[in-house]
């Protein structure tokens, strides 16, 4: 636990995690507006007896790689007992828009390294590891088929993470795949990547249901 006695649950990852986060000591703006926020709300108000701690560290354009180059400062500077990962749609990005930034893919690697620095450095810290996902509408529809390739590959590796370093997995796209036969695919994810407040509310829903049921469960 923290120092105050509070569990310190960090969340980290791209736009989708930082939601317009705020940068300063404004409390109101601190976690965004993404399923962050949602999921600090429903265990905040369920768990008063303990009051968790819920930061948010998401920083939108992220890759993995830049996820790892600011592991120390973002991270292991601030000792959390819990920790949410959900990266990778700007690995896929920038490759298949062929930038200069995508011309390796480092998804992988990074990815390895963050988990076994964290392993090192933080062994007691619970890892959750949250599935990446896309819909087929908006900046995915042009290179549909390249942007599943590419995504479908991060699902089966952030997967095999979870299983090799004793993480939890959220697994995120087939509950959004399933929710585009409801209704249009850009009502859940606005552009084929971002979260609409419905999608986050289903992603925040989905942490919730499959941490709070796991050995990592945040407890009154």
């Known amino acids: 636990m923290t120092s105050t006695g509070h569990v310190r649950i960090l969340f980290q990852g791209d736009s989708i995690t930082d939601g317009g986060r705020g ?15 949602m999921i600090a709300g429903a265990l905040g108000s369920r768990l008063t007896a303990t009051q968790p701690e819920f930061v948010n560290r998401g920083i939108s354009g ?29 690995d896929a990005w ?12 480092r ?9 076994e620095e964290t392993r090192e450095v933080l062994p007691d810290t619970g890892l959750v590891l949250c599935e990446p996902f896309i819909l087929k509408t908006g900046a995915t529809e042009a290179r ?3 942007w599943q390739e590419k995504i ?3 699902q089966r590796l952030v997967r095999q993470f979870a299983d090799e370093f004793g993480a939890v997995f959220v697994p995120l796209q ?14 859940w994810l606005h552009d084929g990547v971002h979260p609409t407040a419905a999608g986050n509310q289903l992603i925040a829903d989905q942490w919730i249901d499959v941490v709070q049921k796991s050995p990592l469960a945040i407890r009154r």
């Open 107 to 115: 998804f992988e690697r990074a990815y390895r390294h963050i988990l």
């Open 152 to 154: 479908t590959g991060y």
């Open 23 to 37: 940068r300063n000591e404004d409390a109101n703006h601190w976690l965004g507006h993404s399923y962050v926020y």
């Open 62 to 90: 992220d890759r993995a790689s830049d996820l790892y180059a600011r592991w120390n400062e973002d991270t292991f500077s601030l000792k959390p007992d819990l920790i949410s990962i959900l990266i990778g749609v700007n």
């Open 144 to 146: 549909w088929n390249i």
């Open 174 to 187: 087939d509950m959004l795949s399933e929710a585009a036969a409801k209704a249009d695919a850009s009502y």
């Open 94 to 105: 920038r490759i298949v828009e062929q930038e200069p930034s995508g011309v390796t893919d």
